[in-house]
């Protein structure tokens, strides 16, 4: 058996019909349904029981995240804007118009992540302005907890498709 062949297999650029891709897809959306402005759902949820103990450090690890994230926003908001910006425009090109797979997969992945980072981008800005506590906050937080699974729902079913699609015209067959 080549080695050399074998990894090359293993690492190679095409995404559609990649493992890893799909991978990289799951643990993506995985993770963004799991976090909200940097809190993991688990206590989120131990904290929807209404413990009081679970309450305050859920309180407490929100106020210290949306403070980090309105001074990260503050700070580099417009560069990160104009970087995000530009990396998706690159990756649409060269996917879509120069027909490279590799920036297909990745726009398709990216660009309705960075509607979820947008969704947490104004909850932080919402909870610096007008802060929550208690049950409205918990409330808040599984309302986007939601909206973020539904994006991701929506974004897996198109990727699916889209990918079964790319490689049915592309006839690129396992």
Known sequence: MDWT?????LIELQTFTSFWYWLVVI???SIAGNWLIGVPFDMLYRARK???????????LVDINV???IWTDQAFGPAMAGLIGFILCSLGVAGFVYGLELGQGLFVLAAPLMIVVGFNLRLARQLHVAPLSGRP???????VRLWTQIIAMFALFFTAMY??????????FF
């Open 67 to 69: 403070r980090r994230i």
């Open 5 to 9: 062949l074998a990894l090359a297999r």
């Open 27 to 29: 643990v993506t959306w």
């Open 137 to 143: 906050l918990v409330k808040r937080l599984f309302l």
């Open 50 to 60: 209404c413990a009081e103990q679970e309450l305050a450090d859920l309180e407490r």
């Open 163 to 172: 990918g079964m699609y790319y490689v049915i015209t592309a006839q690129q």
